[in-house]
Antibody, heavy 123, light 107 residues
């Protein structure tokens, strides 16, 4: 059974930092691209970042570029999101999600999601 | 970036009827469009990918269609568990983007 378990959320002051983690199980983590998607309270979904299976290539939304960094440790089946210079607008539930196999290969469609971890940026 | 516009924002329907949800892209995304369902307090669930392919375990009453800029998610006969918010998402180019969502509520 595929499981994704996020941790590391909490309350942080504006300008502060947090490091989120997502531990994966039930699938071959090292062959799948992984993603972070967030959802502000009462709002819709916003893609944040993606990372290829090897970790060599990363992609970011403009709203987080230069402040958030995605990485992965395939030996530990773990995805990370380092969050620096946090702003009130970063307040959201952060979900990690796994890439789907779309026939031609693994693709940026999210077929399994964690339960999310809440990040609140407030003074 | 590609903007996805979903309509209507809210759909008020009775169980047993057909639901038709729309997603329009600001430029062509080919067939690279997915649909998700989200219930309160839960993570989203993948329903359809690449416009018309149902994900594993998704009931046949859910179907997707369209290509280019206009896409539709159809629920042929609403079950009580289908009342939720639905999002479309494109993977045609970076940045990945989602639509604003359609809430399907009980009439």
């Amino acid at each position: 059974e595929v499981q994704l378990v996020e941790s590391g959320g909490g309350l942080v002051q504006p300008g502060g930092s947090l490091r989120l983690s997502c531990v994966a199980s039930g699938f071959s983590f090292s062959i799948y691209g992984m993603h972070w998607v967030r959802q502000a309270p009462g709002e819709g979904l916003e893609w944040v970042s993606s990372i290829t299976e090897s970790g060599v290539t990363t992609y970011y939304a403009d709203s987080v570029k230069g402040r958030l960094t995605t990485s992965r440790d395939n030996s530990q089946n773990t995805l990370h999101l380092q969050m620096n210079s946090l702003r009130a607008g970063d307040t959201a539930i952060y979900y990690c999600a796994k890439s789907h196999y779309c026939g031609g290969g693994y693709c940026s469609v999210f077929d399994f999601w964690g339960q999310g971890t809440l990040v609140t940026v407030s003074s | 970036e590609i903007v996805l516009t979903q309509s209507p924002t809210t759909l008020s329907l009775s169980p047993g009827v057909r639901a038709t949800l729309s997603c329009r892209a600001s430029q062509s995304v080919g067939s690279y469009l997915a649909w998700y369902q989200q219930k309160p307090g839960q993570a989203p669930r993948l329903l359809v990918y690449d416009a018309s392919n149902r994900a594993t375990g998704i009931p046949a009453r859910f179907s997707g269609s369209g290509s280019g800029t206009d896409f539709t998610l159809t629920i042929s006969s609403l079950e009580p568990e289908d009342f939720a918010v639905y999002y479309c998402q494109q993977r045609s180019e970076w940045p990945l983007t989602f639509g604003g969502g359609t809430k399907v509520e009980i009439k």
